[in-house]
Protein backbone atom coordinates (compact mmCIF):
# COMPACT_ATOMS: atom_id res chain seq x y z
CA UNK A 1 0.00 0.00 0.00
CA UNK A 2 1.09 3.49 -1.02
CA UNK A 3 -0.30 7.16 -1.19
CA UNK A 4 0.64 8.86 -4.54
CA UNK A 5 -0.73 12.11 -6.10
CA UNK A 6 -1.98 11.96 -9.37
CA UNK A 7 -2.46 15.03 -12.06
CA UNK A 8 -5.03 14.58 -14.44
CA UNK A 9 -4.46 16.49 -17.61
CA UNK A 10 -7.22 17.71 -20.27
CA UNK A 11 -10.62 18.06 -20.21
CA UNK A 12 -11.44 17.53 -16.68
CA UNK A 13 -12.44 20.86 -15.13
CA UNK A 14 -16.31 21.88 -15.46
CA UNK A 15 -17.47 18.22 -17.19
CA UNK A 16 -18.63 16.60 -13.49
CA UNK A 17 -14.76 14.52 -13.61
CA UNK A 18 -14.66 15.07 -9.71
CA UNK A 19 -18.03 13.97 -8.67
CA UNK A 20 -17.49 10.99 -11.02
CA UNK A 21 -14.39 10.10 -10.65
CA UNK A 22 -14.94 10.58 -6.75
CA UNK A 23 -18.10 8.03 -6.88
CA UNK A 24 -16.49 5.54 -8.40
CA UNK A 25 -13.70 5.41 -6.37
CA UNK A 26 -16.00 5.42 -2.85
CA UNK A 27 -17.32 2.46 -4.58
CA UNK A 28 -14.37 0.76 -4.60
CA UNK A 29 -13.52 1.86 -1.00
CA UNK A 30 -10.39 4.02 -2.00
CA UNK A 31 -9.13 6.46 0.58
CA UNK A 32 -8.28 10.28 -0.18
CA UNK A 33 -9.61 13.27 -2.21
CA UNK A 34 -9.74 14.84 -5.19
CA UNK A 35 -9.34 19.04 -6.25
CA UNK A 36 -8.97 21.22 -8.98
CA UNK A 37 -5.70 22.99 -9.59
CA UNK A 38 -5.59 26.45 -10.70
CA UNK A 39 -4.00 25.68 -14.03
CA UNK A 40 -7.00 23.45 -15.30
CA UNK A 41 -5.57 19.90 -13.60
CA UNK A 42 -7.06 17.92 -11.33
CA UNK A 43 -5.29 16.39 -8.16
CA UNK A 44 -5.78 12.73 -6.72
CA UNK A 45 -4.17 12.05 -3.80
CA UNK A 46 -5.18 8.60 -2.96
CA UNK A 47 -3.75 5.68 -0.80
CA UNK A 48 -3.57 2.42 -3.64
CA UNK A 49 -2.93 -1.15 -2.87
CA UNK A 50 -0.43 -2.37 -5.71
CA UNK A 51 -3.09 -5.25 -7.01
CA UNK A 52 -5.52 -2.24 -7.40
CA UNK A 53 -3.24 0.42 -8.83
CA UNK A 54 -4.41 -0.64 -12.93
CA UNK A 55 -8.28 -0.29 -11.73
CA UNK A 56 -7.75 3.48 -10.01
CA UNK A 57 -5.36 4.17 -13.13
CA UNK A 58 -8.59 3.47 -15.59
CA UNK A 59 -10.94 5.07 -13.46
CA UNK A 60 -8.97 8.26 -13.52
CA UNK A 61 -8.96 7.84 -17.15
CA UNK A 62 -12.04 7.09 -18.28
CA UNK A 63 -13.57 10.09 -16.32
CA UNK A 64 -16.87 11.35 -16.74
CA UNK A 65 -19.23 11.13 -19.75
CA UNK A 66 -17.91 14.93 -20.88
CA UNK A 67 -14.31 14.65 -19.79
CA UNK A 68 -11.63 13.93 -21.79
CA UNK A 69 -8.44 12.78 -20.27
CA UNK A 70 -5.29 13.33 -22.20
CA UNK A 71 -2.62 12.54 -19.62
CA UNK A 72 -2.11 11.07 -15.98
CA UNK A 73 0.91 11.90 -13.59
CA UNK A 74 1.76 10.42 -11.05
CA UNK A 75 3.95 10.10 -7.80
CA UNK A 76 4.59 8.12 -4.40
CA UNK A 77 4.58 10.10 -1.49
CA UNK A 78 6.89 8.63 1.39
CA UNK A 79 5.60 10.85 4.13
CA UNK A 80 1.55 11.21 3.46
CA UNK A 81 -0.54 11.20 6.83
CA UNK A 82 -4.29 11.70 5.58
CA UNK A 83 -6.82 11.30 8.21
CA UNK A 84 -9.92 10.82 5.59
CA UNK A 85 -12.84 7.54 6.14
CA UNK A 86 -13.29 7.67 2.75
CA UNK A 87 -12.77 9.71 -0.47
CA UNK A 88 -13.85 13.09 -0.74
CA UNK A 89 -14.10 16.42 -3.18
CA UNK A 90 -12.00 19.34 -2.11
CA UNK A 91 -12.00 22.66 -3.65
Same mark, same amino acid.
Given at each position: MQWYRFIVYGKVQGVFY?? @?? *??? $?MKKQFKGYIQNLDDGTVEVVAEVFDDDFETFLTILKE? *?? $? @?SVEDVKYEVIDDAVFHTDGFEIRK
Open positions: RK @SV *SQA $LG *SP $L @S
